[in-house]
């Protein structure tokens, strides 16, 4: 408790989290330990020296190349074809273009920032009031973490030395449920947060451009981008690539479609776009790096097997038992970076969670289900802060419309945790043991 003490001491003090983890972990293992203090050198290296997380840098270096290679407006475009009905069009259109980017870019901060910044505007330009399109956007953002590729499904098949092409699987039917779970929400409250005419120009929101292509034009201009999620599984399924070497090709694929068809950046701005992604994968490795010596100062004092002890000692039934694991990870999604959460619980966690005869690739899919809640849960909420950024919006006012969502991601949540078969019937079908 001490180490824990410790360590959130510094979070709260201001510390960045990654160096909380040292500067905590060398501070008890000075003064409380005799452990050699070389484990800092050894842990940091062993925690990054991994082929798969090289998948990490790959997959957010090929979702910038395609975000700021015009994917993203037209999925949008795509979207509309099939969603023109009623004024809930545009809140639906929103979820399933996130629902599309997010089998690109593999990131919930990307979907948000690239749909929602297309969408919000439109939105309000169409009655939507601005703290519920703030909040339709950043809930459908983190759709872009369940549907493959996925960073944090790589950083959890790392931490558990699970089979990345399996987990990039399960997460299809989850992502796909929550998406139409989001949309039917949208149907049933968005008369409630609907502006008046008055209030629409008072927003002062500038006309979108129109998309002046026909309905053919649009779908074969969205058909290369939509082709790299494709390549991407039917590659790693096929066995023509690991899903790191996946990555690496979707780079490669990404960056011919964005300069040689859609022609919406040229070669000198890949080192641009190289350096902006470094910087966010370099955030993730370091504290991919740091929370490893953690974990790894956790173990040598026994704190995990105490934590077990601790919780299996709650219940007998293994359903009480995942539910109480289920609120620690909510918590820690509301709390703490995802990355964070995942090297620092999934080793706690999924030894319990085997013991009780979950399967790591089910119980995986909760984890990151549980901490893609927490993207949208203050205090934390990353996708929030990004959408209410996008959209010039308090967050106080985000509050009320998001928390239907936060509902609804709870309901689905529990379909997950009760119904394995919707993360493991998929992988299963297509042969993965």
């Known amino acids: ?21 040292v500067v905590g972990g060398l501070f008890y293992q000075s003064f409380f330990t005799g452990v050699n203090p070389n484990l800092i050198a050894s842990t940091t290296y062993g925690g990054i020296d991994s082929f798969s997380l090289l998948a990490i840098p790959f997959f957010i270096f090929a979702g910038d190349i395609m975000l700021k290679g015009g994917v993203s407006k037209r999925l949008v475009d795509f979207a509309k074809l099939f969603f023109k009905d009623s004024v809930s069009a545009f809140g639906t259109i929103c979820i399933v273009a996130c629902a599309f980017f997010g089998a690109i870019s593999g990131s919930a901060a990307a979907a ?20 519920y399109a703030t909040a339709l956007s950043s809930a459908a953002g983190y759709l872009g973490i369940l549907i493959p590729p996925s960073v944090p499904i790589v950083l959890y098949c790392v931490t558990a030395n699970a089979s990345i092409g399996k ?39 500038e006309p979108a451009q129109e998309n002046t292509k026909t309905p053919v034009q649009t779908v ?29 090709v979707a780079i490669i694929y990404g960056a011919f479609v964005s300069i040689f068809i859609y022609h919406e950046i040229k070669f000198s701005d890949l080192p641009k776009i190289a350096v902006g992604s470094a910087m966010t994968a370099g955030k993730i490795l370091v504290i991919v790096a740091f929370a490893s010596y953690f974990g790894k100062l956790l173990t040598l004092l026994q704190i995990p097997g105490q934590i077990s002890r601790a919780i299996l000692g709650v219940s007998d039934n293994k359903w009480i038992v995942l539910m109480l694991i289920v609120v620690l990870l909510l918590i820690m999604g509301m709390l703490m970076d995802m990355s964070v959460s995942i090297i620092l619980m999934v080793p706690i966690m999924l030894p319990i969670a085997t013991t ?52 609804t991601s709870m309901a689905v949540l529990l379909m997950i945790i009760f119904i394995p078969g919707l993360s493991v019937w998929l992988p299963s079908m297509l042969g993965y043991k």
């Open 356 to 407: 009780l005869g979950f399967g790591e690739t089910h119980f995986g899919m909760i984890v990151i289900f549980c901490l893609a809640i927490g993207l949208i849960t203050p205090p934390m909420a990353l996708n929030l802060f990004v959408g209410c950024q996008i959209a010039d919006c308090p967050m106080s006012r985000v509050i009320k419309p998001i928390i239907p969502f936060v509902i």
């Open 1 to 21: 408790m001490v180490l824990f003490g410790i360590f959130l001491a510094l979070v709260l003090l201001g510390l960045p989290v990654a160096f909380s983890f």
């Open 112 to 131: 948000v920032a690239a749909i929602g910044g297309l969408m919000v505007p439109e939105m309000i330009r169409n009655g939507y009031k601005r703290e």
């Open 220 to 248: 074969i201009s969205v058909i290369p981008g939509l082709i790299m999620p494709f390549i991407i599984l039917g590659g790693t399924y096929l066995g023509v690539f690991t899903p790191t070497e996946a990555a690496a």
């Open 167 to 205: 987990m990039f699987i399960s997460g299809v039917v989850p992502g796909l449920l929550a998406t139409v779970a989001f949309v039917i929400l949208n149907k049933m409250q968005i008369k409630k947060w609907l502006n008046t005419a008055e209030e629409i120009e008072i927003e002062g929101i």
